[in-house]
């Protein structure tokens, strides 16, 4: 079965725009997380979808936002973009709970100049 | 809040060798799942293995097993035969299963991993 889409795989923006980033999950998945890699900082938790709701949150400004679709696939935005938003952006999917683990797609790559 | 530390921030190995990678984590909780992810340069992360807190027995998977050490707080990934293959960052993540704990996956901030022919 197909594996967790990201898109798009890379995108270049500058200081101040806005970004859309979408994950679609591994078929009947209904939680999908998002998190952000960085050298500095390594792997952070963004924000988790289930059924359309955000379960949970993680410690980012509210420039970050995020949805999920009634068919599981979630969008995250980057609003007013800072050069710090430069990263890895990871989507993982997962049933119901990850206590067995997640499928990570391979990301998209931001880069803000 | 929990906390992961990866204290070796890059191994080598020979071709066929073994070698251990190191992970210790801080938690106040009693229920909770470890996991080992690879993240070859295709950056897409992989779980290699899974251990559940309550479960006393160390997990395998083919050539990967950990040495699960509740009391310490310490779990630790041994890769046997090690293929050019497995030459990747290699992440540990905690997991809560606390009523009320967070879902989401903590991560160290991984050890890359040299495979040399």
């Known amino acids: 079965k197909a594996g967790v889409t990201q898109t798009p795989r890379y995108l270049i923006k500058t200081r101040g725009q806005q970004v859309t980033l979408s994950c679609s999950p591994i078929s009947g998945h209904r939680s999908v997380s998002w998190y952000q890699q960085t050298p500095g900082q390594g792997l952070q938790f963004l924000f988790e979808y289930f059924s359309e709701t955000q379960r949970n949150k993680g410690n980012f400004p509210g420039r970050f936002s995020g949805r999920q679709f009634s068919n599981s696939r979630s969008e995250m935005n980057v609003s007013t973009l800072e050069l710090g938003d430069s990263a890895l952006y990871l989507c993982a999917s997962t049933t119901y709970s990850g206590v067995y683990g997640y499928t990570f797609g391979s990301g998209t790559r931001l880069t803000v100049v | 809040a929990q906390t992961v530390t990866q204290s070796q921030p890059e191994m080598s190995v020979q071709e066929a060798e073994t070698v251990t990678l190191s992970c210790t984590y801080d938690t106040s909780e009693s229920d909770y799942y470890l996991f080992w992810y690879k993240q070859p340069p295709s950056r897409q992360m992989i779980l290699v293995i899974r251990?559940?807190?309550?479960?006393?027995q160390n997990a395998t998977e083919n050539r990967f097993s950990v040495n699960f050490q509740k009391a310490a707080k310490s779990f630790s990934l041994k890769i046997s035969d090690s293929q050019l293959g497995d030459a990747a960052m290699y992440f540990c993540a905690y997991r809560s299963n606390t009523q009320g704990g967070s879902e989401k996956l903590v991560f160290g901030k991984g050890t890359k991993l040299t495979v040399n022919p």
């Open positions: 251990q559940e807190a309550y479960k006393q």
